[in-house]
């Protein structure tokens, strides 16, 4: 057994998301999301679930904190639920909603509990997709004035914001593979929506900075993809490079460096002419950052989309074992690689669990993006997690997944990243988007009957390893 120490002011937390959580979403003034209209489209989302209900944390704030509170959490990351606060997605205030993240924020500062405020986690005001979503760049706009109403509101006590969770998803999952919503499967519209969300990124950062204190922190959240070609063949390479630069530097060149790579130009050009880029747009997304967020679960394996493999295309991005006998899949937003997929182990994603790539990933972003320092904002694995008559849940395989990746984190800090923090997905158990309520991520059991929270092993596990700011592997 070997003790790994973390540094001194390393920062430890866990995450959740609105629309996974709250419920409540047609109380005091909240208008529909796209996550509402796409849970009630038939098909969209596994049983039928909704996020109607949720874990009810809208109703069961106090609670909630005392919990983290129980566990020792230092910091909290959430995101705020853009219909609640501004239900038509422009325009009027909705005080009520507002009044509800106050209070969550300054029970979290009662409990010194740190906040980590996500501003956009895919919950979009319908009336906003209405006009075209993430395509339009009016979106990025409305994103900007969202940001500075609650900069106004919660500026004084969230030491750091966050703009978006995972644009990648936004856009490629949203608007390529149409299997989160809104739920369209158009290439070109997908690039579009991936350059406004990097405009609204970056517009709502100078919107934030406008009204907040100069030491409030300024970050994005960005699930990087570590993609591995399938094999050493000179056409997989071209995959691998061809897939890094379509879903991780399309946001962290425009974004740390101030332009999209020109090979992601040149070798879209067949699917978009990216006119949708205006004068003025880098600078505009070239915004100074205080924290990079990275989001990691798995890695990924591609191969370029050769006429034999495409003979076996689903069509469809599967990343779940059950499939793999479908073949190869397209990754989400271009025809020309796939996806392919990997041995296991496996998590209850399907996603195979592979800590040394998590290592490699932040290595490879210290090294190319140098300066910014990096924090975990979400890891964590799902698992078919059960109520035991002993009134415990015990879940060895998240206790071992979580171990296993904390490693991972602890051997690139000793490479030289600048990791900061570690928060783990998630608190409790919650709606998992396409999956519904099938997939649990918690540490903390949620009984969707009852509504009764239950901490399984690996929430006291995590709390020791809080307490020691050390793992043991
Ligand atoms: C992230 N993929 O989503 C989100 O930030 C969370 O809200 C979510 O619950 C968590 O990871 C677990 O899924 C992702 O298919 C969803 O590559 C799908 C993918 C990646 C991230």
């Known amino acids: 057994m070997t003790r790994l120490q973390f540094p001194d002011q390393f920062v430890w937390g866990s995450a959740t998301a609105a629309f996974q959580i709250e419920g409540a979403t047609k109380e005091d003034g909240r208008a529909p999301s796209i996550w509402d209209t796409f849970c009630a489209e038939p098909g969209r989302v596994r049983d039928g679930d909704t996020g109607d209900v949720a874990c009810d944390h809208y109703h069961r704030l106090a609670e909630d904190l005392d919990l983290m509170s129980e566990l020792g959490l230092p910091s909290y990351r959430f995101s705020v639920s853009w219909p609640r606060v501004i239900p038509a997605g422009s325009g009027a205030v909705n005080q009520a909603g507002l009044d509800f993240y106050s209070r969550l924020v300054d029970g979290l500062l009662e409990r010194n509990i740190s906040p980590l405020v996500t501003l956009y986690h895919w919950d979009l005001p319908q009336p906003l997709q209405d006009a075209g979503g993430w395509t339009s760049r009016e979106t990025a ?46 290439n ?42 399938a094999t050493d063949s000179a056409e997989d390479e071209w995959a691998a490079r061809h897939v890094d630069a379509i879903s991780n530097r399309i946001f962290l060149d425009p974004i740390l460096q101030g332009q999209y790579p020109a090979e992601l130009l040149t070798d879209t050009a067949h699917i978009t002419d990216w006119s949708f880029i ?121 206790i071992d997944y979580v171990a296993k990746h904390l490693a991972a984190v602890h051997a690139a800090i000793e490479g030289g990243a600048d990791v900061r923090g570690y928060y783990l997905w998630s608190l409790m158990d919650n709606f998992e988007w396409a999956w519904g309520y099938s997939k649990r991520f918690g540490m903390v059991h949620v009984d969707y009957d009852t509504l009764v929270r239950t901490p399984k092993d690996s929430a006291r596990w995590f709390s020791s390893v809080i307490a020691d700011n050390a793992v043991t592997v």
């Open 188 to 229: 070109a519209l997908a690039l579009t929506a991936a350059h406004h969300l990097n405009l609204g990124h970056g517009l709502a950062v100078q919107a934030l900075r406008s009204v907040v204190p100069a030491r409030t922190q300024m970050s994005i959240t960005l699930n990087l993809a570590q993609v591995y070609p």
């Open 141 to 186: 706009e409305r994103f900007a004035e969202y940001a500075e109403v609650l900069g106004r509101s919660l500026g004084d006590r969230v030491p750091t914001f966050t703009t978006l969770n995972e644009p990648w998803c936004s856009a490629f999952l949203g608007y390529a593979s149409g299997v989160h919503a809104p739920g369209l499967t158009d």
């Open 278 to 398: 205006a004068d003025g747009d880098a600078a505009a997304i070239h915004q100074p950052l205080d924290l990079l967020g990275i989001n990691f679960y798995t890695p990924s394996s591609v191969a370029k989309a050769t006429e034999e493999i495409r003979a076996q295309v689903t069509g469809r991005w599967v990343n779940d074992p059950s499939q793999a006998d479908a073949g190869p899949s397209s990754y989400p937003g271009t025809d020309l690689a796939f996806s392919i997929p990997q041995p296991g182990p496996y998590t209850d994603m399907g996603w195979p669990i592979r800590p040394q790539a998590f290592t490699e990933l932040l290595l490879r972003v210290h090294k190319d993006y140098p300066g910014v320092p990096l924090a975990i904002t979400e890891n964590g694995c799902a698992y078919a997690d059960v109520l035991s008559a002993d009134g415990a849940v015990h879940d060895p395989e998240r």
